[in-house]
């Protein structure tokens, strides 16, 4: 199973740009990348995924590394709102197709006015 | 709604009493997934339906944990003589299914949290 190392906390000054790491080192050609985040009492919420290649849509941007190891998360104007957990993970298949998420302890931002 | 529900949204009962949680995905989506989130942690698989195929259960933590899901619709998630070690937000997920779509992100319910007396 290809694994992710996050940093435990981060800070971002409301309307700048919040920039997230992530490590996965040991990632396979055909696994994805994908950030989800949860804000307090709820459940987990989509945000974006891929493969190689850079991607953008409305919530955010992913920029992924030429060698696939490392990748960023950047919310581009930061909100008070943004303030959760984030959770890099990558997706682990297997002969059944189960499409089933590892997931670490996740970065905890706080967004600050 | 358009998005996933679950029921209840707290239960609290005591030791040794079994507990069924109740999960709506979202019409259209053939893969439910179960998680448990312990306090202060990440999630924990549990068991994954895909439409009419055997469910992976390998994440149930012990025979006192079973699912059910009826095609592609609701799926209860049953926890017999509950200790309090179960207890923790329980989450379903579910995401369009395999083959061309077998990139689709997975979307949550706000979980069922589970407290044992």
């Known amino acids: 199973d290809a694994k992710t190392t996050q940093p435990t906390s981060m800070d971002c000054a409301e309307g700048r740009a919040a920039n997230l790491p992530c490590n996965h080192s040991?990632?396979?050609?055909?696994?994805?990348v994908y950030w989800y985040r949860q804000i307090h009492s709820q459940g987990p919420q989509y945000i974006i995924h891929g493969l190689k290649n850079n991607e953008t849509n409305e919530m955010a941007s992913l920029i992924i590394t030429e060698d696939r190891k490392s990748s960023t998360l950047i919310l581009p104007h930061a909100t008070l709102r943004d303030t959760a957990v984030y959770y890099c993970?990558?997706?682990?298949?297997?002969?059944?197709?189960?499409?089933?998420?590892?997931w670490g302890l996740g970065t905890s931002l706080a967004v600050n006015p | 709604g358009a998005g996933v529900s679950q029921s209840p949204s707290n239960k609290v009962t005591e030791k040794g009493k079994d507990v069924e949680l109740r999960c709506d995905p979202i019409?259209?989506?053939?893969?439910l997934y179960w998680y448990r989130q312990r306090l202060g942690q990440g999630l924990e698989f549990l068991i994954y339906f895909q439409g009419n195929s055997a469910p992976d259960k390998s994440g149930l933590p012990s025979d006192r944990f079973s699912a059910e899901r009826t095609g592609e619709s609701v799926s209860t998630l049953t926890i017999q003589r509950t200790q309090q070690e179960d207890s923790a937000v329980y989450l379903c997920a579910s995401s369009l299914g395999t083959g061309a779509r077998s990139n689709q992100p997975q979307h949550f319910g706000d979980g069922t949290r589970l407290s044992i007396l």
């Open positions: 040991t990632i396979s050609g055909n696994e994805y």
């Open positions: 019409s259209g989506h053939t893969a």
């Open positions: 993970i990558v997706r682990l298949y297997n002969a059944g197709n189960n499409r089933k998420l590892i």
